[in-house]
């Protein structure tokens, strides 16, 4: 992956090292609002652990111009002038996201979380954050390494931000409200996957300009596979369940980015309106 000759993106907000102020505590009402945002915002409610209040970040290790930020900020450059020309081509303005690094918790306009939430996108402040240790585990833990499979995970949170851009965040919320537990979490993976498929939109660019090949998105391709639900079930608790999916399975993670890759068009993404059997 070509990411040295990516444009840096100036929207990046470097939190590591510093103090996480007081957090919202586990239970009650807080922790209520914690899990539907997690259900709502596409972070699996069941990794939202460590929400323990006033809790420091640990210091950071990394110097501010490590190679892992520099990566994420050109990532995220890039896939700023891919959407901004896309939104332009339909008469649109898109409004830019900010990244945010940190290191062991975070406090968002969602709520707090630990790095244990993993990377998640924040509707309520149009940012999305990242501890960049969670590359090291897509690596270590997940077995799918490389640059591009990191590239994926960034692309994945920005299609998110593509969804408040369009109104489709606002809309599913309002949707979830009125349905029950098994068809809320059914919509979340319909959300989940339209995402994959719009990292997939900016993986097409991106492989026009040269700037990946065959190798980097076979690399996509395993970390859509690897953090599909149905595999982290079976390795967490031997069993799967399809009707707990909030991310969709490996497969279906898969062919929606490769969906995105092949027709490089946002139109072809569209998982809220097919039934939900065929996606």
Known sequence: MDWKNMRRSSNVEDRRGSRVPGGLAVGG???????????LFGVDPGTLSGLLGGEPARQSTRPANDPQAQFASAVLGDTEDTWNRIFAGSGQNYTEP???LFEGAVQSACGYASSA???????GDQ????????????SNRFGAPGEFARAYVIAHEIGH???EQLGILQKTQQQRARLGRTEGNRLTVRTELQADCFAGVWAHYAEQRGLI????????????????DDRLQRESQGYV????FTHGSSAQRARWFQTGLRSGNPGACDTLSIPYNRL
Request: aromatic fraction near 8%; glycine fraction near 10%; charge should be negative.
């Open 98 to 100: 900010t990244l945010v």
């Open 241 to 244: 369940v399809p009707d707990a």
């Open 29 to 39: 009402g807080a922790g209520l609002l914690i899990l539907l945002a997690g259900l």
């Open 161 to 163: 931000h593509v969804q």
């Open 117 to 123: 939430t993993g990377p998640f996108y924040c509707p």
């Open 213 to 228: 090949d065959t190798t980097d998105i076979q690399g996509a391709i395993r970390a859509a596979e690897a953090i599909g």
């Open 127 to 138: 940012k999305l954050y990242l501890d960049l240790s969670f590359f090291d585990e897509l």
